[in-house]
């Protein structure tokens, strides 16, 4: 009698385990994968339906080793200029088993190789935001003045995407941005009413498109009221503004030799992998390098960094009537690139 109520309390023992395991796994789907990957380790790297990978990934999106694959933008849009601001688009052809939109992978399974890890270079927009008092911000609207509001200019969208994305205001300020930058005058009143939270994405949009501003840096200033409206932008160049003139004339002759040597060339991709070639033997990629923001480091100097590239071979690929764009994003680390535009797309 005591050894059935021993194998009954066992039965029931063991049964209470498996019911408490049941409702684990149903409380903790990890578990649950965790047992199917233990217990079916060949369909572990299946597809789940709906174009998801097991991994949460878009099918096709995400490699084994954690990089992700190159999606490039359709239809003549570019990718978002600031950091990692903005979402990828798909190409054309491919969202057939793919989610209806693509999320990029985490930061976290990026994986960098050694051999470029901490040589990206590239360095964001930096602001410089101060709040002031009603009363100095009056006086300073009597003191400095618009400048130059840029009226009348014009930015082909083809070749100037950033332009194309801001809104009616925001293209106001970018045009008079644009014309202060040009005629070196670092300190200028907004000449239409702009927040100072919007102020970045314009000030990028207006770097973004023009490396021919070589003489801007990536940093400005902004006083602002307490309301948030911005009463002050203060610009800042490089050393080259001191003698503009001389610079703009030494930048201009080194990239006519490029150009010149392309512009002969039958089709867009030739005149693409001739400056390509050229940039690689002619500029050093150093962390060092003087002013290694801009095109001018890389066609002047030889020296410069991933955005010192990108900016001049959109400058060379511009002066060809080749539309380029420069890009920023994240691949393990901030980096920057280029978008262009050739015979069969972007």
């Given at each position: 009698m005591k050894i059935v109520k021993i194998i009954w309390y066992c039965f029931l023992g063991f049964l209470s385990a498996i019911i408490i395991f049941i409702l684990l796994c149903a409380f903790n789907p990890k578990l649950t994968n965790s047992v199917a990957a233990f217990l079916y380790p060949d369909s572990t790297g299946e597809n789940v339906s709906g174009g998801q990978s097991s991994g949460g990934q878009p099918a096709g999106g995400q490699s084994s080793g954690g990089q992700s694959v190159n999606?490039?933008?359709?239809?003549?849009?570019?990718?978002?200029?600031?950091g990692n601001e903005g979402s990828a688009s798909l190409p054309a052809?491919?969202?057939?088993?793919l989610s209806s939109t693509y999320t990029p992978p985490a930061q976290t399974n990026i994986v960098i190789p050694e051999n470029?890890?901490?040589?990206?270079g590239y360095q964001p927009v930096q602001e410089d935001n101060t709040q002031i008092a009603d009363t100095e911000a009056d006086a300073l609207r009597q003191q400095i003045g618009t400048g130059e509001t840029g009226e009348g200019l014009t930015f082909d969208s083809l070749y100037y995407p950033y332009y194309a994305m801001l809104n009616e205001n925001g293209q106001s300020l970018y045009r008079q941005i644009y014309a202060n930058a040009l005629s070196l005058n670092g300190v200028f009143a907004p000449a239409q009413d702009i927040s100072v939270d919007e102020i970045r994405n314009v000030f990028a949009a207006v770097y973004n498109d023009h490396p021919e501003l070589f003489w801007l840096d990536t940093a400005y200033a902004c006083k602002y009221i307490m309301n948030g409206q911005c009463v002050e932008i203060d610009l800042q160049f490089n050393r080259t503004a001191q003698n503009l003139d001389s610079a703009k004339a030494e930048f201009e002759q080194r990239a006519a030799v490029i150009v010149n040597g392309a512009q002969s060339l039958g089709s867009e991709y030739d005149k693409e992998k001739y400056v390509h070639d050229m940039l690689l033997a002619q500029v050093e990629y150093s962390l060092s390098a003087e002013m290694n923001q801009s095109a001018y480091s890389a066609l002047v100097n030889?020296?410069?960094?991933?955005?010192?590239y990108a900016r001049a071979f959109q400058y060379l690929m511009q002066q060809l009537n080749v539309p380029c764009y420069y890009c920023t994003g994240y691949a393990g680390e901030n980096h920057a690139w280029n978008i262009i535009l050739l015979t069969d797309g972007y």
């Open positions: 999606l490039q933008p359709s239809g003549g849009q570019t990718a978002g200029g600031q052809g491919t969202e057939s088993g470029v890890s901490g040589r990206n030889g020296r410069t960094v991933c955005a010192g």
